[in-house]
């Protein structure tokens, strides 16, 4: 009659739930054949003369008392079994939890973070809820516990499991546009397993970037896709030093780059740059994602590594381009000397040539490998002709991933 019930102590939960539907449904019927009765009995054709009655102590009482005892013994089975899911049991082990648009975040007092609540069998678990930004509800059909989470207030409940295995929690409060996906797993271990599960590693989670494990612990990927789509958000992936078109909090409209400055005051402040077309929903995370972290997401964005040097790994898609626009016809990347300069080692180095006739020295930053690709006359390396022609005419986009790229094999100490 009832789905499959986990937990004990909502066992009577379940009890009062069919004793007061059992009372519901006895007084339906003596109500509904009393009515009946009445109607058969009484009629005007068997009954045309209406009696008058002057009261009855007797029906009064049973009329007063009945009910009453009724309700006060619907109310005592109702007290208890909520009793029992109020009280928890001292030295439970603590598990924070908490609701946000769209996705669950539990927190484990080693600091581990998962997305899917993990407890160990028959084990009490005292979860502390709170929500991040609207009202959500904590709700395990399994173990019939259903708690408002609300923000700004504190709400503790627990639960304990006597059987393993996955078992649906769902949001069971209407929470906006995604309210339907804030699904996830209550999984269920043996007490082993589960020390094993919070102590370790999983094996996927080893090489991950840890930009990337940041953005799935904060729920970033709840609103945004990584694959070019929209969601209820804008897209992250190849955000990098692309041009917005912002709203500013007075009504401005500006273009800017995409930077590492843009990209965090996204996270800290979204409405402080809102990306045109876009609703100003996102929550700040200032206080919440620490500055260092942001840092880290910011990096992983931008095709960084954590602090926020150029990966090394994969081909970078500039190293294509300097190939199709013939940049190695007279450039090296590998330090040997040709008719050009080599990129090996060329960002942040210093170089000394002629700025339009005159000896200068100069440091080799962004800015000046976009000039020098553009119009490589306008600053000639000591040692070398002026015969580079202006490629004044690559996309913009050519040019950015050829900088990048350049930059990527600069030298270390600079970048
Ligand atoms: Cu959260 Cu519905």
Same mark, same amino acid.
């Given at each position: 009659?009832?789905?499959?019930?986990?937990?004990?102590?909502?066992?009577?939960?379940?009890?009062?739930?069919?004793?007061?539907?059992?009372?519901?449904?006895?007084?339906?019927?003596?109500?509904?054949?009393?009515?009946?009765?009445?109607?058969?009995?009484?009629?005007?054709?068997?009954?045309?003369?209406?009696?008058?009655?002057?009261?009855?102590?007797?029906?009064?009482?049973?009329?007063?008392?009945?009910?009453?005892?009724?309700?006060?013994?619907?109310?005592?089975?109702?007290?208890?079994?909520?009793?029992?899911?109020?009280?928890?049991?001292?030295?439970?082990?603590?598990?924070?939890?908490?609701?946000?648009?769209?996705?669950?975040?539990?927190?484990?007092?080693?600091?581990?973070?998962?997305?899917?609540?993990?407890?160990?069998?028959?084990?009490?678990?005292?979860?502390?809820?709170?929500?991040?930004?609207?009202?959500?509800?904590?709700?395990?059909?399994?173990?019939?516990?259903?708690?408002?989470?609300?923000?700004?207030?504190?709400?503790?409940?627990?639960?304990?499991?006597?059987?393993?295995?996955?078992?649906?929690?769902?949001?069971?409060?209407?929470?906006?546009?995604?309210?339907?996906?804030?699904?996830?797993?209550?999984?269920?271990?043996?007490?082993?397993?589960?020390?094993?599960?919070?102590?370790?590693?999983?094996?996927?989670?080893?090489?991950?970037?840890?930009?990337?494990?940041?953005?799935?612990?904060?729920?970033?990927?709840?609103?945004?896709?990584?694959?070019?789509?929209?969601?209820?958000?804008?897209?992250?992936?190849?955000?990098?030093?692309?041009?917005?078109?912002?709203?500013?909090?007075?009504?401005?409209?500006?273009?800017?780059?995409?930077?590492?400055?843009?990209?965090?005051?996204?996270?800290?402040?979204?409405?402080?740059?809102?990306?045109?077309?876009?609703?100003?929903?996102?929550?700040?995370?200032?206080?919440?994602?620490?500055?260092?972290?942001?840092?880290?997401?910011?990096?992983?964005?931008?095709?960084?590594?954590?602090? +926020?040097?150029?990966?090394?790994?994969?081909?970078?898609?500039?190293?294509?381009?300097?190939?199709?626009?013939?940049?190695?016809?007279?450039?090296?990347?590998?330090?040997?000397?040709?008719?050009?300069?080599?990129?090996? +080692?060329?960002?942040?180095?210093?170089?000394?040539?002629?700025?339009?006739?005159?000896?200068?020295?100069?440091?080799?930053?962004?800015?000046?490998?976009?000039?020098?690709?553009?119009?490589?006359?306008?600053?000639?390396?000591?040692?070398?002709?002026?015969?580079?022609?202006?490629?004044?005419?690559?996309?913009?986009?050519?040019?950015?991933?050829?900088?990048?790229?350049?930059?990527?094999?600069?030298?270390?100490?600079?970048?």
């Amino acid at each position: 009659m009832f789905p499959e019930q986990i937990f004990s102590a909502a066992k009577d939960v379940d009890h009062a739930f069919l004793i007061i539907l059992g009372f519901s449904v006895f007084i339906l019927v003596v109500v509904t054949l009393a009515m009946l009765w009445f109607l058969y009995r009484y009629n005007y054709e068997r009954h045309p003369i209406a009696s008058q009655n002057d009261g009855n102590v007797l029906a009064e009482i049973i009329w007063t008392v009945l009910p009453l005892v009724i309700v006060l013994g619907l109310f005592w089975t109702g007290w208890t079994s909520f009793k029992a899911m109020r009280t928890i049991p001292e030295g439970a082990m603590v598990v924070k939890a908490e609701g946000r648009m769209w996705s669950w975040k539990f927190t484990y007092d080693t600091g581990k973070t998962s997305s899917e609540l993990f407890i160990p069998i028959d084990t009490p678990i005292k979860l502390e809820l709170s929500a991040r930004d609207v009202i959500h509800s904590f709700y395990i059909p399994a173990m019939r516990v259903k708690w408002d989470m609300v923000p700004g207030m504190d709400t503790d409940a627990w639960i304990e499991s006597d059987t393993l295995g996955d078992f649906d929690i769902f949001c069971a409060e209407y929470c906006g546009l995604k309210h339907a996906d804030m699904i996830t797993l209550l999984r269920v271990l043996p007490a082993e397993e589960f020390q094993a599960w919070l102590e370790g590693m999983p094996e996927e989670e080893k090489d991950k970037p840890r930009g990337l494990a940041l953005m799935e612990e904060y729920g970033c990927f709840d609103c945004h896709t990584m694959d070019g789509t929209d969601d209820v958000a804008p897209p992250l992936n190849d955000i990098a030093n692309k041009e917005r078109l912002i709203i500013l909090p007075d009504g401005a409209k500006r273009t800017i780059k995409a930077d590492a400055h843009y990209l965090k005051t996204s996270i800290m402040d979204p409405g402080a740059e809102l990306v045109d077309g876009w609703d100003d929903e996102m929550p700040p995370y200032e206080g919440d994602l620490s500055d260092e972290d942001a840092d880290v997401v910011v990096n992983f964005l931008l095709g960084k590594d954590e602090s +926020g040097k150029p990966l090394s790994s994969g081909p970078h898609p500039g190293e294509h381009m300097v190939k199709i626009e013939g940049c190695l016809m007279c450039h090296s990347t590998d330090g040997s000397k040709g008719r050009a300069s080599t990129f090996k +080692g060329l960002y942040g180095s210093e170089v000394s040539g002629h700025r339009f006739g005159k000896s200068s020295t100069e440091v080799v930053d962004e800015a000046y490998i976009r000039e020098s690709i553009k119009y490589s006359s306008k600053f000639v390396v000591k040692g070398y002709v002026d015969s580079m022609p202006p490629y004044d005419d690559l996309s913009e986009e050519t040019v950015t991933g050829i900088v990048s790229y350049i930059m990527t094999l600069g030298g270390e100490e600079h970048q």
